[in-house]
């Protein structure tokens, strides 16, 4: 007899990439962090935080960060859900959602790993439609399923490929259920779904300040949606999610858009030339619209290349999973960590 549900004993629950600390030398490009600091304007926030925030209970709804999304984003504050990343949020949505085979969740496959530990974890049916080569939109699939959720990463991770706006919104008009839209890398992308919650009420669009701003250990991530859709997800949520030191940093550091955009430009003239010196080594790269690439190397040897890479001090994200096993998924880093990347691989790869 277990001490736990079926559920939680039928998972190994959700293996993070490595998080070696802070100082230690090593090069990781494994979990599509942000390579340059936080904005200055945050970090001053941060230095200058006033005692009496951390005696008191933070605001529930985390209001002087919704008021800086709505200022950025132009949506208004009672639109924005905030919650501690965006992996809260999802797990918000499906505990709110989902439930067995009668309220199943659906995503195209492969893509962020996490929708499956936690749709299983509730338990709630996971309907997976693989991704055809070319990773065009399955949409007839996706709606034939019927999801109490739709999940849709675009940019999608690992791929990094981006859903055309028009297959999204043709998937909100067609789906029975909520359609989230998760845009984690969407500061790396051309253009983001936002517009389609104004048009559809079963739409909700994630974001996240782990990627673009460079706060990933702050746990910051927020949702834009009609209020009704929303009042459902506050009472799932806890009612201090958000601590009062992340809601005033984040705030600054959404506002601060001169800062992460200048940042996003490095990272997408980096991840340009990343591509360019990766097929140049043979190997196969896909066109990337995050802060990461998915590259085959030339001699499929994928997992022996990760294991050295490591032993260098390297790290990159290795998926055991069908359809990855002979894949890196490489975060651009900055151009002196890319260069030692390419170098490693050559030593390799020779
Ligand atoms: C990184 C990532 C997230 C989670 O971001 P947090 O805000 O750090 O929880 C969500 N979705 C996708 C697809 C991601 O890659």
Redesign the pocket.
């Known amino acids: 007899m277990s001490y736990f549900r079926a559920a939680v004993d039928a998972t190994t629950g959700y293996i993070p990439g490595e998080q070696p600390k802070p100082g230690t030398k090593i090069i990781k490009l494994n979990t ?1 962090e942000n390579p340059y600091p936080p904005s200055p304007l945050a970090m001053e926030v941060l230095r200058n935080l006033d005692s009496e925030w951390l005696r008191r209970y933070p605001d529930p709804y985390a209001r002087d960060f919704c008021e800086a999304v709505s200022e950025v984003l132009g949506v208004p504050t009672d639109w924005i859900i905030v919650s501690n ?3 809260e949020l999802l797990n918000v949505i499906i505990r709110a959602c989902a439930e067995g085979s009668d309220r199943p969740i659906v995503y195209p496959m492969p893509t ?1 790993v996490l929708y499956r530990t936690l749709a299983t974890l509730q338990p709630a049916e996971v309907i997976e439609i693989p991704y055809p080569q070319d990773f065009k939109l399955p949409i007839d699939k996706l709606v034939a399923a019927k999801g109490a959720v739709t999940f849709i ?1 675009s940019p999608n ?1 690992p791929s990094g490929h981006i859903v055309p706006f028009n297959d999204l919104r043709e998937l909100a008009q067609r789906v029975s259920g909520v359609l989230v839209i ?1 845009e ?2 969407v500061d790396f992308a051309e253009y983001s779904a936002l517009p389609l919650v104004l048009e559809f009420n079963n739409v909700i669009i994630l974001r ?1 300040l ?2 673009g701003y460079s706060l ?1 250990g702050l ?1 910051m ?1 927020f949702g834009i949606a009609n209020p009704q859709l929303l009042s459902g997800l506050f009472k799932v949520k806890d009612s201090y999610n958000i601590d009062a030191i992340a809601t005033l940093v984040g705030a600054a550091a959404i506002r601060d858009r001169a800062y992460k955009n200048d940042c996003v430009e490095k990272i997408k003239k980096s991840r340009a030339k990343l591509a360019i010196e990766l097929t140049n080594l043979g190997f196969t790269v896909l066109n990337s619209h995050g802060n990461f690439v998915l590259a085959t190397p030339p001699a499929k040897n994928a997992e022996s290349l990760y294991l050295k890479l490591k032993e260098q001090g390297i790290l990159v994200r290795y998926f055991k999973q069908p359809g990855l096993e002979d894949k890196l998924r490489i975060t651009v880093g900055t151009q002196q960590q890319n260069q030692t990347l390419l170098e490693a691989l050559i030593m390799f790869t020779a």
Do not use: M, P
Request: glycine letters at 12%; hydrophobic letters at 20%.
């Open positions: 599509n990343g965006s992996d962020y990463a991770s998760d984690a890398y996240t782990s990627k990933a746990r991530g």
